[in-house]
């Protein structure tokens, strides 16, 4: 009792007891830099939820229409300290959120200044805005055709304050400000950055359309990796042996096709029951998110499992045997060794 006295007193240093017993508080709450005035009138067993929180006019004014949430915080709290300081955070919010609703609009001449800004970019090229101007989405289209967006949030004190772009990019795209600064540079930007970028996204396009990806099966803009299918038996020889053939001058996609001697299986083509993709063990595709990315060595099985799966599967054989992280022992299939690498996120 005496420690929750003490963190009361340390967390709400202007809210005292008024009597012996220890039943009634009166002082006041600090959020913003403000204090209200309230009192908390608890019963004798000093149980939060038969407690009553009396609170000044300004308090009950900002706190209106949080009165279910307050009651649910005093029946749930397990004493005044914590109710005290999920009243402060729900004050936070409440004051954040009345200050943003009674914020007054900026001055005609911030409309009439982003709609020249506007025009002069091209109302073609505008997705959407507010109804306050403060959110807008701009688009653009790239020498291959691939359309783009950014979304700026324009700030109280724009344009002396940059907006927070944001853009479905694979690298950090962060525009230059200046005061005289206006959307029409932001969007330049924005263009310059999506050239830049154009050879990688050739390349992603090219892999999303001529082979099988499994993962991300919507990739965005921003996604560098595919995790896609392969019919090539054993991969890592064929890596080996042929790696001198990759060509610069080539498109990624066609070096891995000279490199592993494969025609990539693309979907548009096949059906997901021309490859044994689940689990040979739980015979899901997904499970927990995670898709089947443990190959048995066997040339002649092939078979895919989920790691974990394989981990539970090796786990329970007398035959397998560990070192460290390495899992030796049978395949499920063929009987053949195998060799399972745990992660530390799998255990």
């Known amino acids: 009792m005496a420690v929750t006295e003490a963190s009361l007193l340390r967390q709400c240093p202007l809210l005292l007891p008024q009597n012996r017993s220890k039943t009634v508080y009166e002082g006041f709450i600090s959020a913003q830099g403000r204090d209200f005035h309230l009192k908390v009138v608890l019963p ?11 609170c000044s006019w300004q ?6 229409g949080y009165h279910q949430i307050v009651q649910q915080r005093m029946q749930h709290s397990p004493d005044l300290m914590s109710f005290m300081m999920e009243l402060k955070m729900l004050l936070e919010v409440a004051l954040k959120n009345r200050q943003e609703l009674y914020a007054p609009p900026p001055p005609p001449q911030f409309y009439s200044s982003l709609i020249e800004e506007i025009g002069t970019l091209g109302w073609d090229r505008l997705v959407y805005v507010d109804t306050c ?11 291959s055709g691939r359309e783009h967006l950014i979304t700026l949030k324009l700030k109280a004190k724009y344009p002396a304050e940059s907006p927070d772009c944001f853009v479905d ?4 795209f962060s525009a230059s400000w200046a005061p005289q600064s206006s959307l029409i540079s932001i969007y330049s930007q924005f263009l310059a950055a999506i050239e830049s970028l154009k050879a990688f996204w050739d390349v992603m396009d090219e892999i999303d359309e001529k082979t099988w990806v499994l993962e991300p099966e919507k990739p965005p803009r921003s996604a560098t990796a595919r995790r896609i299918a392969l019919v090539v038996k054993p991969l ?23 490199v592993l001697e494969i025609d990539f299986p693309a979907r548009a083509i096949l059906e997901k029951s021309d490859f044994t993709m689940d689990c040979g063990i739980c015979y899901a595709y997904q499970l927990d998110g995670a898709i089947p990315d443990q190959v048995c060595d066997n040339s002649q099985c092939g078979q895919p499992f989920h790691q974990i799966c394989l981990y539970e599967w090796l786990r329970g054989l007398l035959t397998s045997r560990q070192s460290f992280n390495i899992i030796f022992g049978e395949c499920p299939y063929c009987s053949k060794p195998i060799t399972l690498k745990m992660s530390g996120r799998k255990h």
Do not use: C, M, Y
């Not at 308090?59 to 209106?64: D, V």
């Not at 101007?133 to 020498?143: G, P, R, Y």
């Not at 020889?237 to 990624?252: A, G, Q, T, Y």
């Open 44 to 54: 004798e067993d000093l149980q939060l939820k038969n407690a009553r929180l009396l």
């Open 59 to 64: 308090l009950r004014t900002i706190l209106n």
């Open 133 to 143: 101007f403060s959110t807008i989405k701009l688009k653009a289209e790239d020498a």
């Open 169 to 172: 990019f694979p690298v950090p």
């Open 236 to 258: 890592g020889i064929k890596l080996s042996r042929n790696i001198h053939l990759w060509d610069p001058e080539n498109s990624v996609l066609q070096n891995l096709k000279d």
